[in-house]
């Protein structure tokens, strides 16, 4: 099974700042990532797949980038409604499709 | 507009079996995998398992032994099993549609979720 592990656990930024969010896979998952975004008490919403491309209606602050096992979601101007938690997901070795442990950013 | 709508007991005891039903609204039932993912209280995702419109399940090997995630495709229905549950089950459970393709595979419509608590 490949282990997913994001960092930071919790990043503080402040609204219009930008933010950088990491995931590690513990094998390489080639460009086969999703990033999801989720509020408390409502579910996932998908961000990201394919590593880079934005779901529908995702706006475009929201990006994705690398491949292998590094990959990076950057929001480069936060608003208000980004403050989440978010989760990266791997499918290159699927099943099991597995979940890094998420970032939460908070407001600063 | 495609939507899930998911039900089932909230409250179980120990050894007992959940069981959560999803409905399908507003499209195709065909050409996806319907998945069910889990979230223990104040923790991350975990993926339990899925079925496509022919009947073809996929699992975690961590709960295989437990589940069984079937469909009624008359109802636009799929439904989630997970036998002898414990305390470790307890968890928010989640309905979800996947699109799975040549290197994609992304689930981009959920159900709003329902709690399931384990407790004697």
């Known amino acids: 099974e490949i282990v997913m592990t994001q960092s930071p656990a919790t990043l503080s930024v402040s609204p219009g700042e930008r933010a950088t969010l990491s995931c590690r896979a513990s094998?390489?998952?080639?460009?086969?990532l999703a990033w999801y975004q989720q509020k408390p008490g409502q579910a996932p919403r998908l961000l990201i797949y394919?590593?880079?491309t934005r779901a529908t209606g995702i706006p475009a602050r929201f990006s994705g980038s690398g491949s292998g096992t590094d990959f990076t979601l950057t929001i480069s101007s936060l608003q208000s409604e980004d403050f989440a938690v978010y989760y990266c997901?791997?499918?290159?070795?699927?099943?099991?499709?597995?979940f890094g442990q998420g970032t939460k950013v908070e407001i600063k | 507009q495609v939507q899930l709508q998911q039900w089932g007991a909230g409250l179980l005891k120990p050894s007992e079996t959940l069981s959560l039903t999803c409905a399908v609204y507003?499209?195709?039932?065909?050409?996806?995998?319907w998945s069910w993912i889990r979230q223990p209280p104040g923790k991350g995702l975990e993926w339990i398992g899925e079925i496509n419109h022919s009947g073809s399940t996929n699992y975690n090997p961590s709960l295989k032994s437990r589940v069984t995630i079937s469909l009624d495709t008359s109802k636009s229905q799929f439904s989630l099993k997970l036998s002898s549950v414990t305390a470790a089950d307890t968890a928010v459970y989640y309905c979800a549609r996947a699109n799975v393709g040549y290197r994609y595979y992304y689930m981009d419509v959920w159900g709003k979720g329902t709690t399931v608590t384990v407790s004697s």
């Open positions: 094998q390489n998952v080639d460009s086969n």
């Open positions: 997901q791997q499918y290159n070795n699927w099943p099991p499709v597995t």
């Open positions: 507003g499209g195709s039932f065909s050409g996806y995998y």
């Open positions: 394919g590593a880079s």
